[in-house]
Every structure is written in C-alpha cells, then in structure tokens.
C-alpha cells in the first residue's frame, strides 16, 4: 500500500458527523480532521505493514488521521528525539499524545529522557505527553529496576498541582501505573500519593485520593516487573 491509497482510504472512510460526536463526547478537537474513529484506524493499521517512510509521509500530510496512523506503524527503534520533538511539538488532544506516548515513544531508547524533559514543559498536550510516556513505560519496559522509576516521584510531586484536566489525569495515571509495576513501588507509590494530599491544593488532593483509591484495593492488579525479582 502505498501513502496515496492510505490517504485514499482514510477520505472513503471519512464521516463529519462523528467529528463532532468525538468533540462533544470525548473532548477530541482537532484540525484537518475526517471523522474516523479511533478502533477503525487500528484495523486499518494491521493492514499496513510497518513503514518508516510511509509513516513519515502520512504524517506531514497533516490530515489528523493520517498523523494517528502513523503512530501505528513507524518502528519505535528507528525513532530520533529530533523526530519526537516534531512530533510532539504538534499534539492538540489527548487521543494523538496518547497515541503516539503509548503505542511509539514508550518502546523507545528515548523514552525516559523525553519524559523527564516534556514533563516541565508548559505547553499542556507537550507536558501531558511526558507523563503519559511514565504512565506506558511502567508496562514497556519490563526489565528495569526500581530505581528507573522511582526519579518519576518528585517529578509527579512537583506537577500534581497543575489544574488543566489532561495534564492532572496524566499525572495521575503515571503515579498509579508506577505504583502498580510491583509491591515496593507500590509501597513509594502510597507514601508519595499521602505526602501529596497534605498539599493545599485542589489538584494534587484529587490526584492523591485517586492514586489511593486504587492502590490500596484489595483487587489491584500488579505486573510484578521485573519478573525475575518479583515472581
């Protein structure tokens, strides 16, 4: 398959009235835009052989779901922070910077320097997509020690009282999953969400109670990475 019969199909598929459902349903506003749904573009994807140059093409065609497809098959190993950054410099939902963190830049060799330093950005997709990358690398990476993640904790500390939604959820979600990697960052991960609801904050209390809502479950699922230490 070509870019051009990609981009061919994508226009087939093309529907505006769930342009506007995904807006008013599920916050997902985007530019250049054809309507697809996001389960329909997986299909497509397992279609498409992985293609670095055809992802790159479909890409810069700047049709929304083009750029989703690519995050779908461009090889993670062949990834440059250069690339990320452009890439990530042009995120304005949660769906494209989920997309990309989870299925592309958290199987990368950049991942966590790219989460360390999105993290501080001020841009809200840039700085919910450091986060995110925390969030799937805690299921990415299934080797690395504890200490890989614990450097996360004071990043989420210093982040948890950000009141935009996608950044705060982000956040959360990388405090929860880190927690759920094993029974020790289970135990920081507690510790931490305890120390962050003594903040005066709105955002962090939120992001606190959450965390520990589902860490101290009795129904918690573990990984239990590194399986070799922990099961």
Request: charged share 30%.
């Amino acid at each position: 398959m070509t870019t051009d019969q990609i981009i061919n199909i994508l226009k087939q598929k093309a529907n505006p009235e769930k342009i506007l459902i995904k807006e008013s349903k599920f916050g997902i506003r985007a530019n250049h835009a054809l309507g697809i749904y996001h389960k329909d573009l997986k299909e497509l994807a397992k279609q498409i052989p992985k293609d670095d140059k055809i992802a790159s093409e479909l890409f810069d065609s700047g049709i929304y779901e083009a750029r989703l497809l690519c995050s779908k098959i461009f090889n993670p190993e062949n990834l440059t922070e250069a690339l990320m950054d452009k890439w990530t410099s042009t995120f304005e939902n949660w769906e494209i910077c989920d997309s990309f963190c989870m299925g592309l830049f958290a199987k990368s060799q950049y991942a966590v320097p790219k989460a360390i330093e999105w993290s501080q950005r001020t841009r809200e997709f840039e700085k919910r997509a450091g986060f995110t990358i925390m969030a799937a690398y805690c299921m990415a990476d299934k080797i690395s020690l504890n200490d890989t993640f614990e450097q996360f904790f004071p990043i989420i500390k210093g982040a948890c009282t950000d009141e935009r939604i996608y950044v705060k959820k982000a956040v959360n979600w990388a405090l929860r999953n880190i927690g759920k990697r094993n029974i020790d960052l289970k135990s920081k991960a507690i510790e931490v969400s305890e120390e962050i609801l003594k903040m005066n904050d709105r955002s962090a209390k939120w992001i606190a109670n959450n965390a520990l809502k589902e860490l101290k479950s009795d129904t918690v699922r573990m990984s239990d990475y590194p399986r070799k230490i922990y099961r």
